[in-house]
Every structure is written in structure tokens, then in C-alpha cells.
């Protein structure tokens, strides 16, 4: 059937920047996109939190619409979710990784940062990540909810405060070794909406790299030669909770082809 949709599912609204670079390769892929706006912030809560959490919403998602493949499009939850959903569910599952190969391709000072919510940097996985993809590089880490709270922000229609987007790289910048630092890691699908004002806060030579790419290629990949509908429609956006935030970011996701938010 043409019209099974892709889900994509995040604690908020980060995982719009993995939908992003999917539609400019499946331009008229339908797309579900929820969030589980009852649980936001995931970045906070503990690993049994997540673990119990993700694959019971993801249960209930798949049952209601059906996807041909899931994008847990946050990488807070992949980190700590991913291998409980793929035993749980019987449709294909990508997860989201700190994009840590590709930052130490890109780095000539061999020293990378990776910025992530706090639950993220202090996983296992992405200690075997550098160890097997950036064993020459340092890793320094940081890990800020309050970017999360920005880039949630900006898409309800409030400027991220410019000093506040400092303070949060300053954290991983100052420091030690931190000066050498040319390539970033922005290890929330959050953070990419704020990149325009993480380049703005950083000093001049500072690349920023995140996985949505990746991703898309992995989605084209994994559908290739699926039937897709002919033309673009309305995708469909689902809230864990709908109060006046997610209201507001309904309103601008309107704009982007979305229809009215639906309850989970």
C-alpha cells in the first residue's frame, strides 16, 4: 500500500530535523510525526525511564497508523531505547547516533565536541563510538537541556536568547582542550534548529555536523522500490499532550504541510 506512512517520534519537536533531509530524497512520503510532548524533556529523566517508556508509546503508535518503518528520531531515546523497541515491534527501526565518524573525518585538530542533553553524553554507546571511530581524537562532551528548551522555544514562536545559546557552548568549550575544538557534534536532533545561533555564538572555524543526513540515506535505503503516493500530502502530527505550547508549535508546523495536531 502507497500510502503507509513514515513515523518519526521524539520527545519534541528535534526530530523535525531528521524529517527535513528524509522529504528532499522521498519528496511524497507521508510522514506521522509525534512527540511525546507528556514526557518532554527525555534529556532529564533516567535510563529506566526511557527504557520502559519508548517502546510502550511506540506500541501504541505503530497499532493506530500503521507505518512501514519507525524513526525514533531523538538520541537520547535510540541510545538507550533502540534495542528494546526493535524486539518489541515488527517493522523495520532506525535509530539516531552522535555523528562522531563523520566529525572525525572532518577534524583536523583531532579534537571534537559533542553536544548532546545529559542522558546522551554520558551513555556507553557513545563511548564505543569514539573509541571506534575517533580513537585519535579527543571527545570533549556537554550535555545542556536548556538547548533543548530553545530550539522547543523557537518553534512556538520565542527567540532563542543569544546569551543563553553562548552560555550553553561556553560549557563545552571552556573546557580543557576545549580552544582546539573545529568540529561540533550536535548529538540532540533538537539542535540542529538552533544552528544558525550555535554558529553565531562560536568562534570563527567551528564546523557543526548531525546525523538527519545519515539518516535519510538509511530510510531511502531500507524503502527502496516501495510504492510511494504520487504526490505529496498532508502529514499528520500527534501530541502525547496538547496544551498551549504544542498548540503554538501546531500553528507553525501548519506552514510546513502539517494537518491539526491529533492526541495520543
Sequence with gaps: MNDRPLLFFDSGVGG???????????P???????????GFPYGTKSEAEIAARVPALLGRLVERYRPRLVVIACNTASTIA?????????VPVVGTVPAIKPAAEMSKTRVIGVLGTEATVRQPYVD?????????????????ARLVELAEGALAGFAPPTEDVATELAGLLNQPGGERI???????????????????????GISFVD????????????TAGQDWPG?????RLVFTRLGDREQ????????????EPELL
Excluded: K, M
Aim: with cysteine; aromatic share 8%; net charge negative.
Design 16 to 26: 523535525l530535523s531528521v524529517v527535513a533531509p528524509t522529504l528532499e530524497l522521498l
Design 28 to 38: 511524497t512520503a507521508p510522514v506521522v510525526y509525534a512527540a511525546d510532548s507528556a
Design 82 to 90: 533502540l534495542a528494546h523497541v526493535r524486539s518489541a515491534l515488527d
Design 128 to 144: 564505543d563510538l569514539a573509541a571506534r571511530f575517533a580513537a585519535d581524537c579527543t571527545v570533549l562532551r556537554y550535555g545542556s
Design 182 to 204: 573545529d568540529v561540533v557534534v550536535n548529538a540532540c536532533t533538537h539542535f540542529p534548529l538552533l544552528e544558525a545561533d550555535l554558529v553565531a555564538a562560536a568562534p570563527p
Design 211 to 222: 546525523g538527519g543526513p545519515g539518516i535519510a540515506r538509511r530510510v531511502a535505503y531500507l
Design 231 to 235: 504526490q505529496a500530502s498532508a502529514h
Design 248 to 259: 503554538r508549535i501546531a500553528g507553525f508546523l501548519a506552514t510546513r504541510g502539517f494537518a
